[in-house]
């Protein structure tokens, strides 16, 4: 907003995923297909989830998962839907023609005297009917597996990867040195970035040393 306020857009009289955005998460499911043995394709849905970060009703920036259905998938992958100008309503395309097929496609909902009534999709439905919510939180009070040793123990953090390597503070082995020369080497080994760098330097063997040395630096 310019002001540093977090404004709420995505709301139950708004919409959660674009038209647009459902059309994006079922290409992106189709392309991640999740195996399946009770099935008689072999393939059934998706693990893919989409993950939107948005501004909730307390002018937080919030998280929230979703899924689109298998229906969406199946719409999609067959061509029967397009987005809409109003990105809370997902469009059907044209009748059939000789070269494409197009089912009719019905939804339910309660009219404006509380009676539930099918109508057709066609030409626009509500997106909310191609949505899973998917459930995710995170813990009050954080505990994370590997905690980073802070600047006032005297050792400092190890740099972070992915960084301009010409910074004044780069990934090398004086930065491990100064990190495992001090006292509390096993608060050394708790910060992720220092085991991802030994982890790529190819000096240990990734089945039987590497989870040992982690398993000193890990919180219990």
Not at 169 to 192: C, I, N
Request: aromatic fraction near 8%; glycine fraction near 6%; hydrophobic fraction near 40%.
């Amino acid at each position: 907003t310019g002001t540093g306020k977090v404004v709420c857009k995505r709301h139950a009289n708004s919409f959660f995923l674009s038209s647009l955005e459902c059309m994006f998460a079922a290409d992106a499911q189709n392309a991640h297909p999740c195996a399946s043995k009770h099935s008689p394709t072999g393939i059934f849905g998706s693990r893919l989830v989409t993950v939107v970060a948005s501004g909730d009703a307390d002018h937080q920036v919030a998280p929230r998962a979703f899924q689109v259905s298998n229906q969406c998938m199946a719409m999609q992958k067959a061509e029967v839907i397009e987005p809409s100008t109003d990105p809370s309503l997902m469009r059907i395309v044209n009748p059939s023609t000789s070269a494409q097929f197009v089912p009719d496609v019905l939804y339910r909902h309660k009219n404006e005297y509380g009676a539930e009534v099918t109508e057709s999709a066609k030409p626009t439905f509500p997106v909310d009917y191609l949505l899973v919510d998917v459930a995710c939180g995170f813990p009050k009070e954080a505990r994370p597996m590997f905690a980073a040793p802070s600047a006032a123990a005297g050792t400092g953090a190890f740099p972070v990867e992915n960084r301009d390597p010409r910074a004044s503070d780069p990934q090398d082995w004086r930065a491990v040195h100064r990190l495992l020369g001090a006292a509390d080497q096993r608060a050394a080994l708790s910060d992720f970035h220092l085991l991802l760098f030994l982890a790529r330097s190819g000096l240990w063997d990734m089945q039987a040393d590497f989870p040992a040395l982690c398993a000193l630096g890990a919180r219990t």
